[in-house]
């Protein structure tokens, strides 16, 4: 009987380190697939540390404000839109009114961190 109980023991310990063993190979292709679309490197690293700190991906945002590409104008004039139109007072719904304004804050973060980057002085040339 304990010969038995040792040889099920040990053939679910089995079992579930190769589910575990599994899961880490498709986490760690699904986080190189992410790096990949953010851009990599530096301007990678930032793009996951805002997605991280608004709890939206830039995608998600642009979803959310129905904008095709990263238009400062349109998305301030998506925003606004979608804000009046639902507001509480008008039949509107308070969670969406705070997606949207969290996606405005999310395409907001992604321009500033557009312009330091490309706003970088290069060195003068002193030849």
């Known amino acids: 009987m304990a010969k038995y109980l040792v040889q099920i023991l040990i053939l679910g310990t089995q079992v579930v380190g190769r589910a575990f063993a599994r899961a880490l190979r498709q986490e760690y292709a699904a986080s190189q697939e992410a790096a990949k679309r953010a851009g990599?490197?530096?301007?990678?690293?930032?793009?996951?540390?805002?997605?991280?700190?608004?709890?939206?991906?830039?995608?998600?945002?642009?979803?959310?404000?129905?904008?095709?590409?990263?238009?400062?104008?349109?998305?301030?004039k998506s925003y606004e839109h979608l804000f009046k139109v639902n507001e509480k007072s008008q039949g509107g719904s308070f969670y969406i009114q705070s997606k949207i304004v969290r996606a405005k804050e999310r395409i907001d973060e992604e321009l500033e961190l557009y312009k330091t980057t490309t706003s970088k002085k290069k060195p003068e040339d002193t030849t």
Not at 47 to 76: V, Y
Request: cysteine-free; overall charge negative.
């Open 40 to 76: 990599g490197g530096q301007r990678g690293a930032n793009s996951a540390a805002a997605n991280a700190r608004t709890g939206l991906s830039l995608e998600e945002a642009l979803q959310i404000l129905n904008i095709e590409k990263l238009d400062p104008e349109k998305a301030e």
